[in-house]
């Protein structure tokens, strides 16, 4: 039961966040246009588990990442970003299968994002995921490592452990058809995994996907009643509305320059994990949050070199 | 069987080759280097039907295409190119997956190709892939569709139309473990099929891939062995060694100056297919085969910018 009033209370941990999930190669377009018009392309380190373990480090608190890529160039280049980056590296696995990877054409006329699905969700559960769990007090996964075993079954064993350990679970119910495979139910298992976490962030799209059109209150609504704890409903421009199931609070955006919102989501998480392990209260976390995802919108690109959470905290007057 | 000496003997058809099989983009690091030093990569439209059928257009016979592509950016990129080149691009099949795609990273300290299989191996058998085949002479397939299904079951059935309609069947064995699912014996798959088709082009080391390790007389002793009618084993800068069981002939390169090995073997391909559909004998067929590659050695790319037949032929005093 959360409190927005309140801290969230946390035993002591040799860690503290882990992200667990897809580490990816974003291969973008260098230039829009239409499929023929642009043969160059960018290599970028992706995947929200990475960013969020990146990001967090830089606002002041611990971090690590349980991630699959595969024994090949790709992986190596992801492997070595998260080194530059000072991020520990044992918890990424390398495995028989491509490093997984997302082209983004920049087409107008065509769906952008084409997925290539390899690596990533051949990541395996073994006793030293399993201690990165037990030394954590906040577990993160989006619906990536879920939409196909044996990530699956990694992620199930995962929460399994954080909850008997007590960890803050937080999920992001970023639902699309296009990773889930053609022949499964991918909206009614993503259902099913609300129950069983802490803390959700849907966009409107998000929401959309898995119940319909709706209203933001009523997409909120439709989420507790599948027996979520804490709903972080984001509205783009018109801020985010947040209830615990008790209450609904509206939050406005504190952007004030958008210069890229590529890993803007990821950032309010990250914010949101640094606050309520430094021990603001939730109202507070959510506040810092939102700032911190207004700091990256600023500035180009999924990860970008965030200040400690104080300085972020004084810039926006928190 | 077949006799050097002689022309094989075609039937009149409304379309010359028939090339079944993987369409991909190349993403090509634009410079060697280690994991991470290139940023930059160029796409190009790959895959050997395509580059078979483009050629032997270019060469002067007539050829179609029949592959599957992703609904997707890339898909559209590669379909636009076929057209720039004149192909007819009817036998495109756009399926519910991602273009497939081999990311070339260029690096000297990791296996350089990564494989991204996902459209290529969706290609489904229909009516107008079967009326294809039996309007076709020749009909040319590599390992990349016989490595999964369902494409390996459309090749299977187009294989038993085309016996049918006594095509001749071209087999590139170029079997990679890489392509194929982990858990399968892609060797035996691929030694079954030698006995089904009537040309099969190893290099030395598909055939190392295939039996482990033996001289060319060796390999080549194998492949017989298995049921193969005509052997072409090529040798790198040793030329060829061609056997059709009774008789093993000894080709030399034609090679002048070597800027680019990408697409030599398919250029082979289309020279021996585009000679033995204008009716030269077998033995001059593979002479111009051997020509056609030299001239595509000369310049950079998988296609190049081929002239007639008749001017290699002229180029090379054949």
Tied chains: 1, 2.
Aim: hydrophobic residues 40%; proline residues 4%.
């Amino acid at each position: 039961m959360f409190n927005f009033g309140e801290a969230i209370p946390f035993e002591n941990q040799t860690n503290d966040v882990l992200t667990v999930g897809e580490l990816l190669v974003d291969m973008i377009a260098n230039e829009y246009g239409e499929d023929t018009a642009c043969n160059g392309y960018t290599r970028y380190s992706g995947g929200s588990p990475s960013n969020i373990a990146i990001n967090v480090h830089r606002l002041g608190i611990r971090s690590h990442v349980a991630s699959a890529v595969g024994k090949d160039g790709l992986g190596g280049f992801l492997i070595r970003g998260l080194q530059s980056a000072e991020m520990d590296t044992s918890g990424i696995q390398q495995v028989e299968s491509s490093t997984s990877m997302v082209v983004i054409t920049k087409s107008q006329s065509t769906p952008t994002p084409i997925f290539y699905r390899g690596a990533d969700y051949g990541l395996e559960y073994n006793d030293e995921l399993e201690q990165a769990v037990i030394n954590s007090k906040i577990l993160h996964f989006s619906c990536w490592p879920i939409s196909r075993v044996p990530s699956r079954d990694t992620v199930e064993r995962v929460i399994e452990v954080a909850r008997k350990h007590k960890l803050l679970i937080g999920f992001d119910p970023n639902y699309h058809p296009l990773i889930w495979p053609q022949d499964e139910d991918g909206v009614a298992y993503v259902k099913s995994m609300i129950p069983k976490v802490d803390i959700i962030k849907p966009s409107e799209d998000d929401a959309e996907r898995l119940f319909g059109p709706g209203t933001p209150a009523e997409q909120v609504g439709r989420f507790l009643a599948l027996g979520a704890k804490l709903v972080i409903m984001t509205l783009g421009k018109d801020g985010a509305l947040v209830s615990n199931g008790r209450e609904t609070l509206a939050f406005a955006t504190r952007a004030t320059r958008i210069e890229d919102t590529t890993g803007a989501g990821d950032a309010f998480w990250s914010g949101l994990y640094a606050a309520v392990v430094k021990g603001y209260t939730l109202r507070e976390s959510l506040e810092l949050g939102f700032a911190v995802s207004a700091y990256k919108l600023k500035y180009t690109g999924a990860v970008v070199n965030l200040p400690a959470l104080e300085v972020i905290q004084q810039e926006y007057n928190l």
